[in-house]
């Protein structure tokens, strides 16, 4: 009964730190992402502590500036709810913008769930592949967290403000490519910055910037 009650307690402790992260303020152990894009801005709250591999791979994507300017590009919807399923962004297949693959952190590992609002790693291979592409989930997906049978992706954080522009992108007409779920005109995301903390650049060379000051 003892052990029940503990467990209760966790659980409980657990919900009240997710709960309040905000737009607003800073929350100890987790860093805000403002991303602007052509729908609204989207405020994210990424996991320092407790998806410190994911949360750091994408802090230096967005201190590099390298989401600066991508799309999100696919809204997959479920087929009998609309109002659930994910949108999807990233750096797709632009080798200009790649940074190293990282260490999957699975929801086993890192107690995060894959609820209404969680952004999470994408990846098109195996456990371990992962590296610029992301997505959001709207509505809770549990068939993406872990399981025996199932690696399952790695939830690092949550969306705290700009939800109406999460479904707004999920209502994006879609078709083509993966198995219809490409949106057939992207929303831009013009900038990514985050508003905790100290950016620290990679210093890697970022090619796609000298392209474009050239075909300027």
């Known amino acids: 009964m003892r052990l029940f009650l503990v467990s209760l307690a966790l659980v409980a402790s657990i919900s009240a730190a997710a709960s309040a992260q905000r737009a607003d303020r800073a929350t100890p152990g987790w860093t805000r992402v403002r991303l602007e894009t052509a729908d ?7 996991s320092q502590r407790r998806a410190p591999v994911s949360t750091a791979n994408f802090l230096r ?5 390298r989401f600066d300017g ?8 479920n087929k009998r709810d609309p109002r659930v399923g994910f949108i ?3 750096i797709r297949t632009d080798a200009r913008r790649f940074l190293d693959t990282i260490p999957h952190e699975s929801t086993k590992q890192t107690g995060l769930k894959h609820l209404d609002m969680t952004i999470s790693m994408a990846r098109r291979g195996p456990p371990g592949s992962a590296n610029g592409n992301w997505f959001i989930t709207v509505g809770a997906i549990p068939s993406m967290d872990w399981s025996a049978s199932n690696p399952g992706y790695a939830a690092f954080g949550r969306v705290v403000g700009g939800q109406a522009t999460v479904r707004r992108i999920l209502a994006e007409p879609t078709g083509g490519g ?3 779920t490409l949106m057939l005109t992207p929303v831009r995301v013009n900038r990514a910055t985050r508003l905790d903390g100290t950016p620290k650049p990679t210093g890697r060379p970022r090619p796609w910037l000298i392209e474009r000051r050239r075909d300027g």
Do not use: E, K
């Not at 994507?61 to 500036?65: L, M, P, S």
């Not at 991508?70 to 919807?77: D, E, I, L």
């Open 70 to 77: 991508v799309s999100f590009y696919r809204t997959a919807r």
């Open 88 to 90: 999807q962004s990233g």
């Open 40 to 46: 609204g801005p989207i405020v994210l709250a990424l």
């Open 178 to 180: 993966m198995n219809g």
């Open 61 to 65: 994507y967005v201190d590099d500036g």
